[in-house]
């Protein structure tokens, strides 16, 4: 609006974010209707839905009739979805280090293929064996961009409005100019951006999404990045498709019956494979396929041929689609169809069948959809995406497909999914997920199965909670941005990791490129828990620490009088008492629901028990392998000490103890807030002012545990400026 009057935009302005916000904003509405007249009421921004029975005034143009349709948000809508708009710095972030790497790697090939070519121009005697080898170097870069870089296929399976894609086709397209104008091409044959980004959008850039909003919203996307003058918009249905990009049937599947007990003999032949009619519908849509990919978009007519020839691929392999939806439809509904009925439809083709019985599901088997990537290419060269984070319920079809079922969540299912479909000897796959991907019990089964492949998986590890800087507008969350490049040459999986990085607002646009990883050895990977570290000085202190057997909790005496107190969640720093902190709800002093307590063995000394908590040695260790949040038993049972070697420093301990605990109480304040349950007081304390005092203890620690003066300066020093900033 302008000068409260409604004005127009016009598409060329919008950019990828503009519909990506579009795209958010309308997840959280649907529609409803009315059940009863209702007023629409306009309140410090928000419209208001208010039926007449609660009070709604049926004003003339201001309320809805009852059994009248209407559009309103529901926020629970979105959050069902789990989906968010990704900022542009992350999507750049992923698709530089996948699709961008990948270009590295085909440039470097390229440029050494054309080394002798290259060093022969040099060389010329003349104009025309200059003339000669330029034309050479011509038509094999052209040959290079037509037949490797146009080659490239990126897929993001969960697209929403096509941010990554567009990002991914921006950096191919430019990626094709900046290598013929290096190698000075000046022939009269295109070399403009704008022209090449139209053979990328329609060659290498694949997306699926289950709102067939999304996939709208994604077609536009790239139809506005790739317009061009008198040209009509570029052709997408063919790589822009809707459906469950998570359901499906693989083609090795079809002819077994899913709940049969008989097994599939070892090397037997997919029943598709031996059908000599599948194999050539299979090359029919490849060359259909090929013909949509060689012809550009230049008129109507040009794209009217190529609407044609996807409604044939779609034709010729709508009856092997129907199957597979009779198979995956098992797994949720039978309708009746038992083995032999089952064994009946496929082993005749029975398409007619298999079309009436079919489940009206939007299933998508990705080998039919795509055959030319996955039955010929064997697979996509990057898969990106920012996936949505939605806990499941168990499901047939999930725990009989999914090796990583017990992860229940939408995203780990995204990970086995988009490593299926990479190319195994050198694909590319870039996330951004929860962190739990490298701490949780329940993902540890998504982590065994990318340890199964053979490359480099790289975790680069944000808080992103608002402590004190976010990633996303409005929401907080702990994030890795996960990289696996697939590597045969690898001889096994091999770990990078980054610290847990936090950042301030101010450095939010700036900090991810600059986020360092290392390289995690075997051994300090625990329980399949991956460290969150991000230096070769951490491996050294986390080998140093490892080689102690004994744990923290080795010393539990469950129901021993040598007790102490501490919070269940963790941040900055982890306090403990000897006794449980102040907490009063209406006059009555209770214990604090999060507030745990541990009994240890008489002989252990308390006072050093506590410090060794309140550590920032403890406090790294918990930020290295936990979730960054509870702090649970788990945290006590993973920390290698040996609390008798805490008893020759057992005065100073105790001095110190006390120090602390005063200097807690004259830093501290007491805080009163109302709840529902009646007024609340508890104290609060600013431990960050007593992290003088703390220094001491890790003192302490680095001398039972042989640290160098380096290495003790960065426990110290460890999230510092967040630990001492006092906005925390």
């Known amino acids: 609006e302008k000068n409260g009057q409604e004005k127009p935009i016009s598409y060329r302005d919008m950019s990828v974010r503009h519909l990506g916000t579009l795209y958010e904003g309308l997840l959280e509405h649907k529609l409803f209707i009315a059940a009863e007249d209702t007023e629409v009421k306009v309140a410090k921004g928000k419209i208001q839905f208010i039926p007449a029975s609660q009070g709604g005034k049926r004003i003339v143009g201001r309320y809805i009739k009852a059994g009248e349709v209407y559009f309103a948000g529901d926020p629970s809508e979105r959050k069902s979805t789990g989906s968010y708009f990704t900022p542009e710095d992350v999507v750049n972030y992923i698709v530089s280090n996948t699709v961008g790497e990948k270009l590295k790697e085909l440039k470097q090939a390229f440029l050494a293929e054309q080394r002798p070519t290259l060093e022969a121009y040099q060389r010329a005697v003349d104009e025309d064996e200059r003339r000669a080898l330029s034309r050479l170097l011509e038509e094999n870069a052209l040959a290079f961009v037509r037949e490797q870089v146009l080659a490239l296929s990126v897929l993001d399976p969960a697209m929403g409005s096509g941010h990554f894609l567009v990002n991914a086709a921006n950096l191919i397209s430019n990626f094709v100019t900046e290598i013929l104008n290096e190698l000075g091409i000046t022939s009269d044959w295109e070399s403009g951006t704008g022209y090449w980004r139209r053979w990328v959008v329609e060659n290498c850039i694949y997306g699926v999404d289950l709102n067939p909003l999304a996939v709208e919203l994604a077609k536009l996307s790239l139809w506005i990045l790739s317009m061009a003058k008198n040209q009509p918009l570029s052709f997408l249905n063919h790589h822009l498709k809707c459906g469950n990009s998570l359901v499906g049937a693989r083609l090795e599947e079809i002819g077994n019956y899913p709940f049969s007990s008989a097994k599939k003999e070892p090397r037997q032949l997919d029943l598709f494979e031996r059908d000599p009619d599948f194999k050539a519908a299979v090359e029919e849509a490849i060359a259909k396929n090929r013909l949509i990919a060689a012809k550009a978009s230049a008129s109507l007519e040009d794209v009217r041929a190529k609407k044609a020839w996807l409604e044939e691929i779609d034709q010729r392999l709508a009856g092997y689609k129907a199957i597979?939806?009779?198979?995956?439809?098992?797994?949720?509904?039978?309708?009746?169809?038992?083995?032999?009925?089952?064994?009946?439809?496929?082993?005749?083709?029975?398409?007619?069948?298999?079309?009436?019985?079919?489940?009206?599901?939007?299933?998508?088997?990705?080998?039919?959809?795509?055959?030319?990537?996955?039955?010929?290419?064997?697979?996509?060269?990057?898969?990106?995406?920012?996936?949505?984070?939605?806990?499941?319920?168990?499901?047939?079809?999930?725990?009989?497909?999914?090796?990583?079922?017990?992860?229940?969540?939408?995203?780990n299912y995204f990970i086995e999914k988009g490593l299926r479909l990479l190319n195994r000897s050198d694909g590319k796959l870039g996330f951004i997920i929860p962190i739990s991907i490298i701490t949780s019990e329940r993902m540890k089964s998504t982590r065994i199965f990318i340890r199964q492949f053979k490359g480099i998986a790289k975790y680069v590890n944000i808080d992103s909670s608002a402590n004190p800087g976010t990633l996303f507008d409005g929401l907080k969350l702990r994030l890795s941005i996960t990289f696996i490049s697939q590597n045969d040459h690898e001889r096994k999986m091999r770990i990078y990791s980054s610290d847990f990085t936090k950042f301030f607002n101010a450095e939010r646009n700036i900090f991810v490129p600059m986020i360092k990883t290392v390289e995690v050895p075997d051994d300090l990977i625990i329980n399949s828990i991956i460290p969150k570290i991000g230096s070769e000085i951490e491996v050294s202190i986390l080998?140093?620490?490892?080689?102690?057997?004994?744990?923290?909790?080795?010393?539990?005496?469950?129901?021993?009088?040598?007790?102490?107190?501490?919070?269940?969640?963790?941040?900055?720093?982890?306090?403990?008492?000897?006794?449980?902190?102040?907490?009063?709800?209406?006059?009555?002093?209770?214990?604090?629901?999060?507030?745990?307590?541990?009994?240890?063995?008489?002989?252990?000394?308390?006072?050093?028990?506590?410090?060794?908590?309140?550590?920032?040695?403890?406090?790294?260790?918990?930020?290295?392998?936990?979730?960054?949040?509870?702090?649970?038993?788990?945290?006590?049972?993973?920390?290698?000490?040996?609390?008798?070697?805490?008893?020759?420093?057992?005065?100073?301990?105790?001095?110190?103890?006390?120090?602390?605990?005063?200097?807690?109480?004259?830093?501290?304040?007491?805080?009163?807030?109302?709840?529902?349950?009646?007024?609340?007081?508890?104290?609060?304390?600013?431990?960050?002012?007593?992290?003088?005092l703390f220094d001491k203890v890790d003192d302490i620690l680095a001398k039972i545990y042989g640290f160098t003066y380096e290495e003790l300066s960065f426990i110290k020093n460890y999230d510092l400026r967040f630990r001492t900033d006092e906005r925390n």
């Not at 996955?374 to 047939?396: A, E, H, M, Q, T």
Request: with cysteine; glycine share 4%.
């Open 324 to 411: 597979c939806n009779i198979h995956t439809g098992l797994f949720f509904d039978n309708q009746g169809i038992d083995k032999n009925r089952y064994l009946m439809i496929v082993n005749h083709k029975d398409f007619l069948l298999a079309s009436q019985l079919a489940r009206n599901e939007k299933y998508f088997h990705w080998e039919l959809e795509f055959p030319m990537i996955l039955l010929i290419r064997k697979g996509f060269d990057c898969v990106i995406s920012n996936p949505p984070y939605v806990d499941v319920l168990s499901d047939p079809f999930t725990d009989a497909t999914y090796v990583t079922f017990k992860g229940r969540n939408l995203y």
């Open 543 to 692: 080998r140093k620490l490892l080689k102690i057997k004994t744990s923290y909790y080795s010393f539990e005496n469950p129901n021993g009088k040598n007790i102490l107190y501490y919070k269940g969640t963790g941040y900055n720093y982890m306090l403990a008492f000897k006794t449980p902190p102040f907490f009063e709800v209406n006059g009555q002093q209770v214990q604090n629901s999060k507030t745990k307590m541990l009994s240890l063995q008489d002989d252990i000394l308390l006072e050093g028990a506590i410090l060794v908590i309140s550590s920032s040695l403890f406090y790294w260790f918990w930020t290295v392998y936990s979730n960054c949040f509870d702090f649970t038993s788990q945290d006590f049972a993973r920390f290698p000490i040996d609390l008798r070697d805490l008893t020759p420093y057992k005065n100073e301990l105790i001095s110190l103890y006390q120090e602390i605990e005063k200097d807690l109480k004259r830093n501290g304040e007491m805080v009163i807030y109302n709840k529902a349950c009646g007024p609340t007081r508890y104290f609060q304390y600013r431990a960050r002012l007593s992290k003088p």
